[in-house]
DNA sequence: AAACGTACAAGTATACTGGA
DNA sequence: GTCCAGTATACTTGTACGTT
């Protein structure tokens, strides 16, 4: 049996030829150059780079029903959890390896979103910012990744600084100790309490957007944070439960469904770039700063062991990603529903 | 144990070359 | 000169691991 490469006149297939014959089961990196990755694979094909290696049991991206990336070095899943157990990467979806700069990530975006943060990184969508972030999609637009690793809480202040870094390298090789490693642990931590408000806000909202939002979004909020798991494990006060929703009804989430006419029902209203907008959302802007700063002070003031400690803050925004997560899910389930 | 940085193997994109 | 297949190289990504 042998299926045949159709190379489509506009573009060239990469790391494979059209005109061989290669064995079933074959994994082919391929582009054209009009960019459009449904192409057909009717043919068997044998490979001549030692970098695709036959029988893989993967197909060439954007092939597969799932639109999982081509992998480099597959990982296994591990039998003894549960995928339903696993904390899951708010920006990727990928299995989380813990918190990374302020938000629970797997090691591929954080190391991303350091890799970014470090070299000044600008990206460009090609598709006007609107990508929806997976384990597919994180690697082909970095734009969007980034903005969603910055939606999610991710912080630059949380990243040692190129003195502190060289600092640490010094010590490594010199064994200096003191003074300085004092400043960098210190600085850190401080980094992600006093520092965070300002830094946290990615406001573009606008008044409308921010009650239209905020409907259903208390009710949503006070369940989730009324799961018993996540409750009983931050002991979350009702002083912190009202910061924590006042602050989402201040924010602005650029993956929730877009405030624009190409979604009739939206909720929402078109943005809007003039003077008035602009003053409304840097109004906007300083009410979430102020928020979010009482929120820190009071995470601050209850840390101890028990609560989450120093890194209380940070665990709670993580649980307001989780209510804008909830929020989308709710306006895409009301939109589909007329009546809500 | 959690969260950071670093090193490195492997994947991907792009530039370049040579033949038809 | 143009197109296309193949190769070289630079860049990016994700994982493993050491350090604090």
Redesign the pocket.
């Known amino acids: 049996m042998f299926l045949i490469l159709e ?1 489509r ?12 014959t290669y064995p079933v089961g074959t994994c082919l ?1 391929m ?1 054209f ?1 009009d960019n459009d990755k449904k192409y057909k694979i009717t043919s068997m094909c044998q490979l ?2 030692k ?3 036959p029988h893989c049991g993967v197909l060439a ?1 954007g092939f597969g029903a799932g639109g999982l ?7 296994v899943v591990s039998g003894g959890k549960g995928r339903g157990q696993e904390e899951l990467c708010v920006v ?1 979806g ?2 989380a ?6 938000a ?9 979103f ?3 943060v ?2 000044k ?1 600008v ?1 460009q969508c090609k598709s006007g910012g609107g990508c929806e972030m997976d ?1 597919y999609m ?3 637009c ?1 734009d969007c ?1 980034l903005r969603k690793c910055r939606a999610v809480g991710m ?1 630059a202040e ?3 600084t190129e003195v ?3 600092s ?2 010094l ?2 090789g010199g ?1 200096v100790r003191g003074h300085k ?1 004092e400043e ?2 210190d600085n ?1 931590r401080v980094s ?1 309490t006093s520092r965070l408000p300002g830094q946290v806000i990615e406001s573009r909202a606008d008044p409308v957007c921010l009650l239209a939002s905020g409907t259903g979004m208390a009710i949503l909020g006070f369940d989730l944070l009324d799961f018993p798991d996540q409750s009983s494990l931050l002991s979350i006060s009702s002083l912190e439960v009202m910061f924590l929703l006042s602050a989402q009804q201040f924010s602005h989430n650029p993956t929730s469904p877009s405030p624009d006419a190409t979604h009739p029902g939206s909720l929402f209203v078109p943005r809007s770039t003039d003077r008035a907008s602009l003053q409304a959302a840097s109004c906007i802007e300083r009410m979430q700063e102020l928020i979010l700063d009482l929120l820190s002070r009071v995470c601050g003031a209850q840390a101890g062991a028990a609560r989450g400690g120093p ?1 209380r803050f ?2 709670l925004l993580g649980r307001l990603t989780e209510l804008r997560t909830l929020r989308h899910n709710y306006l895409l389930l009301t939109r589909r529903q007329p009546g809500h």
């Open positions: 190379n006149g506009t573009g060239y297939i990469y790391q494979a030829s059209a005109t061989q990196s582009r150059v001549r780079r970098s695709l290696e991206q990336p081509l992998g480099r070095r597959m990982r990727c990928d299995k390896s813990g918190y990374h700069y302020n629970l990530t797997c090691e591929g975006c954080k190391g991303f350091r890799r970014s470090t070299k990184a990206y384990m994180r690697r082909k970095q990744r912080l949380c990243l040692l502190q870094c060289q640490k390298r010590r490594k064994k490693e960098n642990t850190k992600s890194q940070g665990r």
